[in-house]
């Protein structure tokens, strides 16, 4: 399997090992643990003293690891007392109750441990619980606009943008390739269906299945509108299905938990704090979203915008949240070190109007942290008015800040 070098999570994660934390990797199945894991297992293969033990639970060799107990017994048999144990386990929340067994061997500093999963609440519940204090995240997301470049051998255009917006960045596309559309998305949609049947359906007992899948198509047309589940409730009942908004919510947590999408919260700039109702959701990859509401460029193309400048933010580590300064709305607050940033974000500066609207929002926020507004507009890009800074959409996919 082709592996890409992704510095920005492994130079993170190098000087936690040794440190007596177990180290989890989560994120959406596909979108690349398990290779950020093999190159993690690789660099420490070369130690002269290591002693490597792996399992991974998406092969059929490791399906007799159904619980702790086994999990405890094939780790002993394969430690090495007098050498520097590693011990990877490749989606591990497909293990019942193995939060006993990293607990017990951390209590006896046996091995460094590091873990994948595909589950939130894996941290939450199973991890939080048990492990508190004991363990570090890092969450894993798809490939960056960057990266897709990079592992799809793509020069930097308009014609890669879109491809990106269309297919997503999980990095086993490579070998499906982007030529054959329809090839393409038919491996999104397994790929959804696969995280959907183990992640969501099966691991929360979902019953009402039609309505998982009515509100997950729904959250997918919606990217950047504010989702009120007590609105979608009261819409169900007009179409005689009966609802309540705490359903809604627990359902949509579900989605949240599998990382299929994010909830991003509002905050309340002048007050400098979050809102709690009404949230925002975007999706994690953006092919597994287009394998649901389709690829209207045309109609969908301000969504996707959005979506890729979201991602983007996360990729860079920024905390993102939906600005409500008085009556307006502020695209994105994006937060880190205790630095601030303000994005808008819009397809094309058309006219005066939406000048007038993705700027003068902007401008009447009056401290002195950055701005930018993020189009397609390539002719103003680098320009500046009254300080905030207009950017095309690839040149904000290969900035830092």
Known sequence: MKLINRPQYTNRIRPFIGKGLIIVLTGQRRVGKSCILQQLMGELSQKENANIIYINKEKIEFDFIQSYMELSEYVDEHLVVEKENYLF???????????????????????????????????????????????????????????????????????????????????????????????????LHNIYNTIMLKDVIAREQIRNVPFLENLIYFVSDNIGKLISASSISKYMKSQNVEVTATVVLNYLSYFCNAFIIDKVSRYDIHGKRLLESNEKYYFEDLGLRNTLAGINQVGDIEKLIENV?????????????VGQFRQMEIDFVAKKKGAIIYFQVTYLLSSEETIEREFGNLQLIKDNYPKYVISLDSFYSGGKRDGIILLHLREFLKMSF
Request: glycine letters at 6%; charged letters at 25%; aromatic letters at 12%.
């Open 89 to 187: 386990i490749d989606e591990v929340q497909d293990i019942k109750e193995f939060e006993k067994t990293l607990r017990s061997l951390q209590a006896d500093d046996e091995c460094n441990i590091f873990i994948t999963g595909s589950n939130a609440k894996m941290l939450s519940s199973e991890l939080a619980t048990v492990l508190s204090g004991r363990y570090i995240e890092f969450h894993i997301q798809s490939l960056s606009y960057e990266e897709f470049l990079e592992f799809h051998q793509l020069e930097d255009n308009d014609q890669s943008l879109m491809k990106y917006m269309t297919y997503g960045g999980l990095p086993q596309l490579y070998r499906i390739g982007l030529d054959d559309r329809d090839l393409a998305l038919d491996y």
């Open 309 to 321: 400048v979201y991602l983007h933010l996360r990729n860079l580590g920024f905390e993102v949240l």
